[in-house]
Nanobody, 128 residues
Framework: QVKIVESGGGSVQTGGSLTLSCTVS????????MGWFRQAPGNEREGVAA???????EYADSVKGRFTISRNNVKNTLYLQMNNLKPEDTATYYC??????????????????????WGQGTQVTVSS
């Protein structure tokens, strides 16, 4: 049974940094595709960053140049380094994972439908 646990959320001021972690167990990590999503109150969940099993990454325009997604294939852990945080980054951040491969799925890296398994989320609050 897959278990996904996010950590690293917290409260920071504008311009601050946080690193989120997502540890996965019970899953074939080597062939996995992973993403970070976020949802602010009253908003739909949106894709933030994604990374394929080969290390290819994709970012939402709103976080390009500020966020970095990475994965440690030994520790089965996904990271999201967030720098220069803004109040609009405030949200619950979710980690997601999937095994399905192919060009069609590549086009959906930042879409919820691409991922089958999700964590419970970690809260990030950025104050001005």
């Amino acid at each position: 049974q897959v278990k996904i646990v996010e950590s690293g959320g917290g409260s920071v001021q504008t311009g601050g940094s946080l690193t989120l972690s997502c540890t996965v167990s019970g899953y074939g990590w080597d062939y996995s595709f992973m993403g970070w999503f976020r949802q602010a109150p009253g908003n739909e969940r949106e894709g933030v960053a994604a990374i394929d099993s080969d290390g290819t990454t994709e970012y939402a325009d709103s976080v390009k140049g500020r966020f970095t997604i990475s994965r440690n294939n030994v520790k089965n852990t996904l990271y999201l380094q967030m720098n220069n945080l803004k109040p609009e980054d405030t949200a619950t951040y979710y980690c997601a994972i999937d095994h399905r491969a192919g060009d069609g799925w590549t086009l959906l890296r930042l879409e919820e439908v691409r991922y089958k398994d999700w964590g419970q989320g970690t809260q990030v609050t950025v104050s001005s």
